[in-house]
Antibody, heavy 119, light 107 residues
């Protein structure tokens, strides 16, 4: 059974940093691209970043490029998202997802971790 | 970057109705296209991938069609449990943009 368990969210002030983690199990982690998707309260889904199975290729949305860094440790089956210089508009639930990269869509979502940026 | 435009943004339909939601890509994306369903308080669920392939376990009343720039999600006979927000997504290449969502309500 596939499981994705995010952690690391919380309440932070603008300008602070945060690192999210996602512990994966139930599949061969290193064989799959992984991504982060967020959803602000009452809003739609926003793809943020993806990383290839080996970790050699990374991709970012223009809206977060330069502030977010995706990484993975295949020996620990864990995905990370380092978020720097957080802004009020970064307040959202951050989901770790299995996928996405052609030809595979997102086929499993973690429950998410809430990041609240407030002064 | 390729933009994904869904329509309508919301709709209300009755049980048994045939419902259609569309998504248009600003550039061709072949068939690297998916539909997701998100019920209130839940995480999204993959319904359809490769534009028209039904994910395992998804009821056959859901179907997808299209290729290139224009895609359609059809629910052949709407059920009460289909009340949700539906999102499209391109995955031919990054950025893997979502549509803005279509909120489907049951009358």
């Amino acid at each position: 059974e596939v499981q994705l368990l995010e952690s690391g969210g919380g309440l932070v002030q603008p300008g602070w940093s945060l690192r999210l983690s996602c512990a994966a199990s139930g599949f061969t982690f290193s064989s799959y691209a992984m991504s982060w998707v967020r959803q602000a309260p009452g809003k739609g889904l926003e793809w943020l970043s993806s990383i290839s199975g080996s970790g050699s290729s990374t991709y970012y949305a223009d809206s977060v490029k330069g502030r977010l860094t995706i990484s993975r440790d295949n020996s620990k089956n864990t995905l990370y998202l380092q978020m720097n210089n957080l802004r009020l508009e970064d307040t959202a639930v951050y989901h770790c997802v299995k996928g996405v990269r052609a030809p595979a869509p997102i086929d499993f979502w973690g429950q998410g971790t809430l990041v609240t940026v407030s002064s | 970057d390729t933009q994904m435009t869904q329509s309508p943004s919301s709709l209300s339909a009755s049980v048994g109705d045939r419902v259609t939601i569309t998504c248009r890509a600003s550039q061709g994306i072949s068939n690297y296209f998916a539909w997701y369903q998100q019920k209130p308080g839940k995480v999204p669920k993959l319904l359809i991938y490769a534009a028209s392939t039904l994910q395992s376990g998804v009821p056959s009343r859901f179907s997808g069609s299209g290729s290139g720039t224009d895609f359609t999600l059809t629910i052949s006979s709407l059920q009460p449990e289909d009340a949700a927000t539906y999102y499209c997504q391109k995955y031919n290449s990054a950025p893997y943009t979502f549509g803005q969502g279509t909120k489907l309500e049951i009358k």
